[in-house]
């Protein structure tokens, strides 16, 4: 009798979801050791599909590999981080959501209902929503972020993997109603071919989630001061 042996590509996927869903989840906490050997033992695969999976979260900047030390997982985001981080997002997704609103057929709005809707249909099937809401998030900045029709501005965000460290840094908002809100008023000012309209909602969108995730720092004692971040460079 022959055993079903998983394609090569489904161990490698699986792998690399498995661990990039538990660094998320906090539970292979931030800055801590991970061992090839280990979690080859634990999925019983050889050592060839973990540091191909490890090599991938290398590059969502979720594993660091450090000389003499290893792979570990990377730090959370501190607060001067969460900040640069809006800044640039402040600096760049405004002027795409600007771009986005206009009377052509690289109007995304068709593909923003269906994103928005898609994900209050699994929000109303789930319990826990974390992972549906960091999806949704990815993909509506996205298809804002293509639809500026320039590679760059779009790589200069997708390079920060911005989603995956703040959905990993604090929960900001946890059942996705005013993320859903926020998105509405981008969606329709889009569609509904208004730049100024556009352009102001996503950057409320903005300051609204960097205030939402600051609230992570709040608990700390050494928060520091809380500068607001640049909201009109040009
Ligand atoms: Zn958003």
Redesign the pocket.
């Known amino acids: 009798m022959s055993e079903v042996v998983p394609p090569p590509n489904g161990e490698k996927k699986d792998i690399y979801s498995i661990l990039r869903a538990r660094i998320l989840d906090l539970q292979l906490p931030p800055d801590s050791k991970v061992t090839i050997d280990a979690i080859a033992r634990e999925m019983n695969v050889s050592h060839t599909p973990v540091r191909e999976a490890l090599r991938q979260l290398e590059g969502d900047n979720l594993i660091v590999k450090a000389p003499r030390r290893g792979y570990r997982t990377t730090s959370l985001l501190n607060f001067d981080q969460l900040r640069e981080l809006f800044e640039l997002r402040l600096l760049i997704e405004p002027w795409a959501a600007r771009s986005a609103a206009t009377n052509s057929l690289s109007n995304p709005s068709r593909a923003l209902s269906s994103e928005l809707e898609g994900f209050l249909r699994k929000r109303d099937a789930e319990d826990n929503i974390r992972h549906s809401l960091v999806t949704h ?1 990815m993909q ?2 996205d298809h804002i972020l293509q639809a500026s029709r320039n590679t760059f501005v779009h790589q200069a965000i997708e390079t920060t993997h911005s989603h995956l460290h703040l959905f990993r840094l604090y929960p900001g908002d946890w059942t996705g109603e005013q ?1 859903v809100g ?2 509405r008023l981008i969606a329709e000012a889009i569609q509904a071919c208004d730049p100024d309209a556009a352009e102001q909602a996503m950057r409320d ?1 903005l300051m609204g ?1 960097y205030y939402r995730f600051a609230g992570a720092f709040e608990k700390h004692e050494d928060v520091g001061p809380r500068p607001v971040p640049i909201t009109q460079l040009y």
């Open positions: 998030d509506f900045h993320t926020e998105h969108h989630a």
